[in-house]
C-alpha cells in the first residue's frame, strides 16, 4: 500500500484546514486508518484512526473537538478536517494503516506510512 498525504500549508490561529490521504496499490477498506503527527522536537504522536466501515473514531485528547477524520472507500482515502487550529498544532502530519481489525482504536499503528504534509500554525 502506499500512502500519499496532502492539504498542509500555512493557517492562522483559529483557521481551518483539511488534509486528505490518497491510497494506491492496494484498497484500503481492509485497514483501519489513522492519522499521526511529530511537532518539532518532539516524538510523533497518535491524532486520530478511523474503523473499517468509517463508523467508529477515536481522537487524541489534544484534538478532540476540534478534528475530524472520515474515510471515503469508494474513493479509497482518509480525511482529517482540522479546526479551530492551534500553534500547538503545527506538526507534519502523517497517514497510516494497520492492518489488523482493532476493538479498540486506540491501538492502532502504522503497518504502512505515507509521505507527510507539513501544517504550520502561525500566532
Known amino acids: 500500500v502506499q500512502l500519499q498525504a496532502s492539504g498542509g500549508g500555512l493557517v492562522q490561529a483559529g483557521g481551518s484546514l483539511r488534509l486528505s490521504c490518497v491510497a494506491s496499490?492496494?484498497?484500503?477498506?481492509?485497514?483501519?486508518l489513522a492519522w499521526f503527527r511529530r511537532a518539532p522536537g518532539k516524538e510523533r504522536e497518535f491524532v486520530a484512526a478511523?474503523?473499517?466501515?468509517?463508523?467508529?473514531?477515536h481522537y487524541s485528547d489534544s484534538v478532540r473537538g476540534r478534528f475530524y477524520v472520515s474515510r471515503d472507500i469508494v474513493k479509497n482515502n482518509i480525511s482529517l478536517q482540522m479546526n479551530s487550529l492551534k500553534p500547538e498544532d503545527t506538526a507534519v502530519y502523517y497517514c497510516?494503516?494497520?492492518?489488523?481489525?482493532?476493538?479498540?482504536?486506540?491501538?492502532?499503528?502504522?503497518?504502512?506510512w505515507g509521505r507527510g504534509t507539513l501544517v504550520t500554525v502561525s500566532s
Open positions: 496499490g492496494r484498497a484500503l477498506g481492509s485497514y483501519t
Open positions: 497510516a494503516a494497520d492492518g489488523r481489525i482493532l476493538t479498540n482504536l486506540a491501538n492502532v499503528r502504522g503497518d504502512y
Open positions: 478511523v474503523s473499517l466501515n468509517g463508523d467508529s473514531t
